[in-house]
């Protein structure tokens, strides 16, 4: 069965999409089939492996109605005709769908909905190892159904002043999930990301990070890098755009701590 696993935040700008591209990249990279699901509207996840942000919305019911992903689990349909090869290897992806933006969807999902996205997920996503979901910057809606599904999530940490603070707003919202909805539920690590070796603040709040949260953090540390966001703007991931890159090279490791949590 794969592993589904979320990549969250409530803040935008932290890096969010670019991990779960390029984590999806890694593990692929690796040897491991990977789905990447774009869970979000604006379809960036999409884009970032050369796929248009539309490229799920063509998709339609079996009578032959236009639908998207939600209203095919709602319906009792499967959803593995939403999914498109890249031309990477070991890497899909289940890419962004129309209906996403769809407030009364996510409502009937998030009320009635849960166990029939995870299990059709899960159904679609037979022969793959992993499950990568990038979801919008907010604590309620997608987001929220992603951590309902999934078995692990995995959070971005901007090497920034508000780092804290950020994560004493998503952890609550996790640890709520956990006791009230998904118990299966775990925190795959914190990720550092955006480090600057020039900046004191970013050496400060690693430092402060890995004390408090000690072996809940990821070694593994994302620099800024340039290249992760040019990769993102010719639809590749860092490590297909510029492979011998401190940005490409931190995933790779990135990849090797996930598949090590085995």
Sequence with gaps: MAVLLTVASQKGGVGKTTTAVNLAAGLALAGRPTLLFDFDPQGNASSGVGLGKGSARSARTPDGRPAGVLSHVLGGHGIASFIRATSYENLSVLASSADYSDLELIQQIQERGLDKLRNQLLQAAKGFDYVLIDCPPSLGGIPNI??????????????????MEGLSQILPVIHKTQS?????????????????????????????IEDYFADKVFRTIIPRDVVLAEASSHGMPALEYAPLSCGAWSYVELAKEVLSHD
Excluded: W
Aim: net charge negative; aromatic share 8%.
């Design 146 to 163: 992603a951590l309902s599904i999934s078995h692990r999530v995995l959070i971005p940490v901007q090497c920034e002043y508000y780092a």
């Design 180 to 208: 009230a909805i998904n118990s299966e539920l775990k925190i795959s690590g914190l990720l550092l990301t955006m480090f600057s070796f020039s900046l004191d603040l970013s050496v400060e709040v690693v430092r402060e």
